[in-house]
Structure formats: structure tokens, C-alpha cells
């Protein structure tokens, strides 16, 4: 049973190498109820590689997950199986199936998976996909979508699931840059509403407005922790702040 202060999910130790190449080394970190942790850090760096460890969709060679307190074995694949439904997943790319409706790809796993019946699952797509503003486009298909339109898509689709916790890999990065903001939209409409996440990011300044915490990660190293105004105004580690001067003056405060 999850005390007050209890972190939703927590992580400790996670390793992971490719060869003899280390990608992720002993990452520990928690997330609490609503709240909405930034990964930073330059590519190459393992945010991609922490957001799947915590989700197994790669395996991790050494570590520990726990979900509200329980912690997730693997090799338990009922468990694994309901964790993961848990732990909504946003990718970069989308992910979507390019045969289906928007309306479709967000009701097929709440048949398939949570055996909804298929009213049910259609009048839950359609909230979903209204609460990403998407009401106007559920009969199209990801062709006939613009980037934008199917990352929200892909984010009520991993809403319908009702997840404890959202992982959101660089979610905007393949987006045009007047698309971003419509998916950050969203993104900060969820925070407002309590989704607790776990977000990487090369969006500085919506970062450094909307984050309870920032995680700078360097060469699958976590380097250093802490507010948004710790991170940005006063890090301790010469790293973070030789890479957040970097970036702020690349990108400025843009969102």
C-alpha cells in the first residue's frame, strides 16, 4: 500500500549496454502523483533509452521498477502485461496504423486489450479524441493528418488506456515548428489536470515553465537534479550548466 509520500513510480539503478558500450548507467529516479518530470540532456545522452527501460519495451540489464509501491518483475508477464497498460507510452514517430481512422486506432485497444465492448470503446475513443481537440478529424486517416493531429492522436490513444503515468519520448521532435505548440498545448492541459509524467525534451523554455523537476542526463549518466530555476539559474555540475547556456542561446526561451 502507497504511503502519502510515496512516490507513483519509481526507479533504481537501471543499466543498460549495448556491447561494451554503456548507454544507461544506474539511473534512479521517482515520480509523485501530478507531478511532471523533464529529461534534458544532448542526444545520444539516454533519455529514449531511461523512458523504454521504464516501460521494458527494452530490457534493461541491471535495476529495479516499482508502480505504486509493487515492484515489476519481467518474467511475470501478467504483471508486466497490466503495467504497461499502466504506463502510457508517447513516441516520437507516432506509432499510429496508417489503415485505421483516428477514432479507430484509439478504440482498437480498448477492445482488444480492456475487452470493452465496442460502444463502450467508441464513446471513449470519442472523449479521448475531444479532449485533444481532435472532434473534427476522428473519420480520417494518419495520411490525412498533419504531424501535430497525429501526436495527439497517439496521446489519446495512450489516454484511453487510463494510465497512472504517461512517458513522452521528445514527443514534438518530429514535428514543424508551427505544429509544437498544439501537442505542448496538450501536454500542459494534462499537468493542469493531474496526469503524472515523464517527459524528454528538447524544449527549453516550456521545460523551464512547466517542470516540477528537471533531469539532466550526459552519456547515460544522470548528472544532476532539481527545480527548473536550480537547473537553468544555479546547477551545481559545470556539465549542466555548460549545456543549458548552450541551448538557451541556441533556442532562446522558445517554446
Request: aromatic share 6%; hydrophobic share 40%; with cysteine.
Amino acid at each position: 500500500m502507497m504511503t502519502e509520500r510515496e512516490p507513483v513510480l519509481r526507479v533504481e539503478n537501471l543499466t543498460k549496454k549495448y556491447g561494451e558500450k554503456v548507454v544507461l548507467k544506474d539511473a534512479t529516479l521517482s515520480v509523485h502523483e501530478g507531478e511532471l518530470k523533464m529529461l534534458i540532456g544532448p542526444s545520444g545522452g539516454g533519455k529514449s533509452t531511461l523512458l523504454q527501460c521504464i516501460n521494458f519495451l527494452v530490457t534493461p540489464d541491471r535495476g529495479r521498477v516499482w508502480l505504486k509501491g509493487k515492484e515489476i518483475i519481467k518474467a511475470r508477464k501478467r504483471d508486466l502485461y497490466a503495467y504497461r497498460q499502466n504506463v502510457g507510452m508517447i513516441f516520437q514517430d507516432f506509432n499510429l496504423f496508417d489503415h485505421l481512422t483516428a477514432l479507430r486506432n484509439v478504440e482498437i485497444g480498448l477492445i482488444r486489450v480492456k475487452k470493452m465492448r465496442k460502444d463502450e470503446a467508441r464513446q471513449k475513443a470519442m472523449y479521448e479524441l475531444e479532449r485533444v481537440d481532435l472532434k473534427e478529424h476522428v473519420s480520417k486517416y494518419p495520411a490525412q493528418l498533419s504531424g501535430g493531429q497525429k501526436q495527439r492522436v497517439s496521446i489519446a490513444r495512450a489516454l484511453a488506456m487510463d494510465p497512472e503515468v504517461m512517458l513522452l519520448d521528445e514527443p514534438t521532435s518530429a514535428l514543424d515548428p508551427e505544429l509544437i505548440s498544439e501537442v505542448l498545448a496538450v501536454i500542459k492541459d494534462l499537468r493542469a489536470n493531474g496526469m503524472t509524467m515523464i517527459m524528454s525534451t528538447h524544449q527549453i523554455g516550456f521545460a523551464r515553465e512547466m517542470a516540477d523537476e528537471i533531469v539532466f542526463l550526459e552519456d547515460g549518466n544522470i548528472i544532476e537534479v532539481g527545480t527548473s530555476e536550480k537547473i537553468f539559474s544555479r546547477a551545481e555540475n559545470w556539465r549542466t550548466r555548460e549545456f543549458c547556456s548552450k541551448i538557451i542561446e541556441l533556442y532562446g526561451n522558445s517554446r
